[in-house]
């Protein structure tokens, strides 16, 4: 059996409850696909400290978080590249001018900073402490690793994005975050020099279609977007359904 390198989104892919919850299965599958001697990582649109912890919960050292903007080797960060600064700076000020909430993580930690109580609610349901300062001055600020923006589809075409990646949270938040997980997995394959045709790819969301290429193989959930399942290989049973155990077993990868 030829070596496969396994790169799982986590949520809707490898966990579902809003990441809370693992299927026994899943576990397993991991744990076999490493006896079989293949590799395992994630590729998360997370931030890396998220990522590192959730890492930790799978037995994994390995990943792409930041949607593509970084990499992790063996616990090492290899790279984390933030968003373009002088658009992040030129964003928030039109979002000042129109009275738009917005929070901002700067740091590779979980705090969002934001000068709006309003951004709290907006974004209830993720896994941050905000920081609320009304004196808080983003021009300050060396580097943007994620911005939060409430903002609901009918009022998103009030506000020009310009060319920041932009991923709908819910239905009042907006995240904009690197959304290319394929440029941290292509880094990541450089550096263990492995072949990009052994890549398997295991993703649910809008932010995974960069991820679902030509190049390597990929498997939509079943609960993916169907947007997502259209560019996919292989289409498995839902994340709580024990989609991934179902795919890598059919391929005989387990």
Known sequence: ??????????????TFNRGLSVSP????????????????????????TDVADMARRFGIDSFVADGGNSVT???????????????????LEQLERKQVPWGVIMKNERFRYARDERIRDLTSGSFLTNVIDPAFDFHEVPQFFKIFVGCTAENQHRIDFGALPVV???????????????????????????????????????NDIKMFRKEWFSVAMGNARP????????????????GIFQACQHFGWI
């Open 1 to 14: 059996m030829d070596k496969k390198y396994f790169f799982f989104d986590i949520d809707g892919t490898l």
């Open 25 to 48: 299965h899943t576990m397993e599958c991991l744990e076999r696909l490493r006896e079989n001697g293949h590799e395992v990582f994630i590729a998360s649109g997370r931030l890396q």
């Open 73 to 91: 080797l063996h616990h090492q960060i290899l790279f984390m590249h933030p968003l373009p600064h002088a658009e992040c700076i030129d964003f």
């Open 168 to 206: 709908r949270f819910n239905e009042n938040c907006i995240y904009i975050e690197p959304e290319d997980k394929s440029l941290g997995i292509r880094a990541l394959m450089q550096a263990l020099d492995a072949p990009l045709k052994d890549v398997v790819v295991f993703g649910d969301g809008t």
């Open 227 to 242: 947007a997502l399942k259209e560019k996919a290989d292989y289409i498995t049973a839902d994340c709580d359904q024990d």
